[in-house]
């Protein structure tokens, strides 16, 4: 079950190093701003702002794998991570959208309960 506990985190890494990609290098392109519904006009002057955002998904990721990496010794850094993740996807819930709680949060809380639960 650890090997499946790890495969989880290691997809809520994979897809916050999706959300860098997304928010530092296609934001103003037309895959980010259609992913974001944004017109040209905002994701031009947002564009940093999005980029320091996808920083953070960054340093995400990497803690996530981090975790995985120490194996056994790193369950500390994945609870810390995972619950970040979590944090950060109810924030974002609450304050852009609902749908953020299922791309974000769900998958980082299902990883979450199960690496509790099977520790």
């Known amino acids: 079950m650890n090997t499946v506990v790890n495969l989880l985190i290691a997809l809520v890494a994979l897809l916050h190093v999706y959300f860098l990609v997304l928010e530092m290098f296609l934001w103003d392109k037309p895959f980010g701003r259609k992913t974001f519904k944004l017109t040209q006009e905002f994701a031009t002057a947002s564009k940093v702002l999005a980029a320091n955002q996808g ?14 990496c120490l194996g056994d010794a790193g369950l500390s850094i994945k609870i810390f991570f995972l619950a970040c993740v979590i944090v ?30 099977f520790r």
């Open 55 to 68: 920083l953070y998904n960054g340093f995400l990721a990497a803690g996530l794998a981090w975790g995985i």
């Open 88 to 117: 950060a996807g109810v924030f974002g819930g609450i304050t852009v959208g609902r749908k953020i709680l299922f791309i974000q949060a769900l998958p980082a809380a299902l990883a979450l309960v199960l690496l509790l639960a």
